[in-house]
């Protein structure tokens, strides 16, 4: 397993010190029989056992690259009531064209006379080119049990392919300065039970919920976080989850009413926070905890 995948598990599970611990458990094992696996394996500790079990499923693959690939195929795949592929989908970049068209979005589309990010832009096509229907998309768009829904798939492959790129989200089109300040307006909006905006979370460095570190999503340095990682593979219940979800979850934390999937509102935030990101290398669809 490469040191940047195992760095990743041991973020994901904060243990670091085990960890250290561990690798030099086995290291001696190793020096003497390269049979790292089978020493570790062997450890009777408990986290440790669990840290093995995942680092047996990342030494396989990591688990976001198989969303990666579902989503390539159904991209290929004719596929709708129009049996049409995705293949003929401007993502902004031209008809077809994957490669760097996530780091670039949300953009204003003239076609649709709207701000799209990736997984509005992907929705539209699937209505528009193949004939589902949008209403049918929305009625469980975020994945749950052993369910992941198609666009899920689909956003996870188009962001792979901006994998190491640098952010640019477009502020040429009014429009798309307009969807910059409506999001920042939302992101400071104070309301609901608490009286709490994003602002209230998101709004300065260092903030903590338990144990979750709360990036600051305003300063130019952490805001990189708003799109690294998602879409992601969250350990937390092992599913796959884009950055669509993932604010819809901060609505639900904010104790706001969840706003319409794929709605302008969550074009307009992820313009706000895509900008604030600029200029950051975009790593790729990554793992959660
Ligand atoms: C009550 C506190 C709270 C509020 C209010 C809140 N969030 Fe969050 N947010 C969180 C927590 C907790 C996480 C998860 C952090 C983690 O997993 O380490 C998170 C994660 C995120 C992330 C992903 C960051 C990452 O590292 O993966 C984004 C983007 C985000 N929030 C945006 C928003 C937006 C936009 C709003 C307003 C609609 C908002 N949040 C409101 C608590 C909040």
Redesign the pocket.
């Given at each position: 397993m490469t040191s940047i995948k195992l760095r990743a598990v041991v973020a994901l599970f904060g243990l670091a010190l085990v960890c250290a611990a561990q690798a030099q458990q086995a290291a001696a094992p190793k020096k003497a029989a390269t049979q790292t696996k089978k020493a570790a394996n062997s450890s009777p500790s408990a986290i440790a056992a669990e840290f093995e079990k995942f680092r047996d499923i990342m030494e396989d693959a990591s688990p976001a690259e198989l969303f990666e690939a579902k989503g390539e195929e159904l991209w290929k795949m004719k596929r709708g009531p129009k049996n049409a592929s995705l293949e003929q989908c401007d993502l902004g970049q031209g008809r077809g064209v994957v490669k760097g068209a996530y780091v670039r979005m949300p953009r204003y589309f003239a076609d649709a006379d709207q701000v799209m990010d990736a997984e509005r832009r992907i929705v539209y096509c699937m209505v528009t080119l193949q004939g589902f229907k949008e209403a049918d998309l929305a009625k469980k768009p975020f994945s749950s049990g052993s369910h992941t829904p198609d666009p899920v798939s689909l956003v996870t492959y188009v962001a792979a392919n901006s994998r190491g790129m640098k952010i640019a989200v477009p502020q040429k089109h009014p429009r798309e300065r307009e969807a910059f300040n409506v999001g920042k307006e939302?992101?400071n909006y104070r309301a609901g039970p608490?009286d709490?905006?994003?602002?209230?979370?998101?709004g300065e460095s260092g903030l903590r919920?338990?144990t979750?570190?709360?990036?600051n999503?305003t300063s130019k340095k952490e805001a990189i976080?708003?799109?690294?990682?998602?879409p992601?593979y969250r350990m937390t219940g092992g599913l796959m989850h884009s950055?669509q979800w993932?604010?819809n979850?901060?609505?639900r934390?904010?104790r706001?009413p969840e706003p319409g999937y794929v709605s302008e509102t969550i074009s307009d935030?992820m313009t706000?926070?895509g900008v604030n990101a600029n200029g950051h290398v975009y790593k790729g669809p990554g793992i959660?905890?």
């Open positions: 939302i992101f608490w709490f905006s994003c602002d209230t979370c998101h919920i338990r979750q570190d709360l990036p999503l976080a708003a799109f690294q990682s998602w992601g950055l993932r604010l979850d901060c609505f934390q904010q706001f935030l706000y926070l959660k905890r």
